[in-house]
Structures are given as structure tokens and as C-alpha cells.
């Protein structure tokens, strides 16, 4: 069974509304990462959040980590139509090891 | 030109063939990986390598071999492919200093009839 489960599995908002996806895990990890892709082309990096991090920002995007209950939340603010896309978290384990991702979330932003 | 660099981008083959996905970074990483993405399952993992002479098998490494030529180089070969093998296969590179942050190739499409 995997790792990371994302919530929802999909999402529809318009352009400038805030987007908030979830991600829980199962076991303790070393850090968490968020990757996006675009209609099934390679997954780019967003952000990685350490597990001794509670928050951090990198332009409209936020991530929050809470270890107590295994679980992150990507929020994607004054969302735009390019931000369509699938998005993925990502966990690894212990420093070192290979990263295992979740099934994603698929944001539809339309205009 | 692209960091990370899959050939074929698309494929198809029938079942019983052997076939080989090709990888090939200019980023310098020494860590390499073969992930399979499959419709509402995300990518899980295939094979992984830390380095040239460092092979290890992912959650999902049967019917599948790897072989790292080089630091550059990590090819995945089916050897008797099967049509549930048919996915969307993806190559990864990450450099230890990074923070195991990784850099996808474009993918290739594989399909088995």
C-alpha cells in the first residue's frame, strides 16, 4: 500500500479562489516534498517541508506539516488557469532513501 | 537540451518481447530511479541506483531489470513484456546534497499489445 494518500482526488475552483489539498502518511518520515504535472509530462518539484518544519512559503504556495498527524496540506492561493494540473506528495522515509508518492490530486482552475 | 533525457518517448511492443527504456542526465547526480505512473495509482517505484556499482529494487521491481552503465546512464529493460506493464515510465535523478529533491525525464509511454 503506499505511503502518501492525497484529498481530494479532485478538485474544480475558479481563477482566484484559494486551493487546498491534503496529504496523510502512515509512517514517520524525514521529509515531505510536493511535485506537480502537467497533462502526464514529468513531475516538477514544488516545495519540501522537513519534518522538524511546521510551515513554509514559496511564492503563492504554502505547506504545513503536521507529524502528530501525519499528514501536509499544499494551499495554492488566487489560484490561476495555468496552476491545472496534477500534484503529488511525496515522502522519504529516512535521510537517504528513495522517495514513495501518493496517488495525487487533479486541480482544475478554470476561468 | 533536457537535464534528464528518455528514450524512446513512445513505444509500443507485443507481448513475450524484451524491451529497453534508456536514461541518460547532464545534471551530475549520482542517484538515478525508474518510477511507473499508472491511471489513478500515481508512480511507484521501480529500481534505484546511488551510484554506479549500487542497484536496489523498489516496491515493485518484478518483471523488471535495470543496469547502471554509467553515472549518466540507467536503463530499465522488460524482459518478457506483459500488457500490464503498460504505463507511463519515468526516470529521476537527485544529487545527495540536494535534499533528495528529484528531476523527472519527460516520461516514455510504453504499450504492451
Known amino acids: 500500500s503506499q505511503q502518501g494518500e492525497e484529498d481530494p482526488q479532485a478538485l474544480s475552483i475558479q481563477e482566484g479562489e484559494n486551493a487546498t489539498m491534503n496529504c496523510s502518511y502512515k509512517?514517520?518520515?524525514?521529509?515531505l516534498q510536493w511535485y506537480r504535472q502537467n497533462s502526464g509530462r514529468g513531475l516538477v518539484h514544488l516545495i519540501l517541508?522537513?519534518?522538524?518544519?511546521r510551515e513554509k512559503h514559496s511564492g503563492r504556495l504554502r505547506v504545513t506539516l503536521d507529524t502528530s498527524k501525519k499528514s501536509s496540506s499544499l494551499l495554492i492561493t488566487a489560484s490561476r488557469a495555468a496552476d491545472t494540473a496534477s500534484y503529488f506528495c511525496?515522502?522519504?522515509?529516512?535521510?537517504?532513501?528513495?522517495?514513495?508518492f501518493g496517488k495525487g490530486t487533479t486541480l482544475s482552475v478554470s476561468s | 537540451d533536457a537535464d534528464v533525457t528518455q528514450t524512446p518517448r513512445n513505444r509500443i511492443t507485443k507481448t513475450g518481447k524484451r524491451i529497453m527504456l534508456e536514461c541518460s542526465q547532464t545534471k551530475g547526480h549520482d542517484r538515478m530511479y525508474w518510477y511507473r505512473q499508472d491511471p489513478g495509482l500515481g508512480l511507484r517505484l521501480i529500481y534505484y541506483s546511488f551510484d554506479v556499482k549500487d542497484i536496489n529494487k523498489g516496491e515493485i521491481s518484478d518483471g523488471y531489470s535495470v543496469s547502471r552503465q554509467a553515472q549518466a546512464k540507467f536503463s530499465l529493460s522488460l524482459e518478457s513484456a506483459i500488457p500490464n506493464q503498460t504505463a507511463l515510465y519515468f526516470c529521476?535523478?537527485?544529487?545527495?546534497?540536494?535534499?533528495?529533491?528529484?528531476?523527472f525525464g519527460s516520461g516514455t509511454q510504453l504499450s504492451v499489445l
Open positions: 529521476a535523478t537527485s544529487d545527495r546534497q540536494g535534499g533528495e529533491k528529484l528531476f
Open positions: 511525496a515522502t522519504e522515509i529516512q535521510a537517504g532513501t528513495a522517495l514513495i
Open positions: 509512517t514517520s518520515i524525514n521529509n
Open positions: 517541508i522537513r519534518s522538524n518544519e
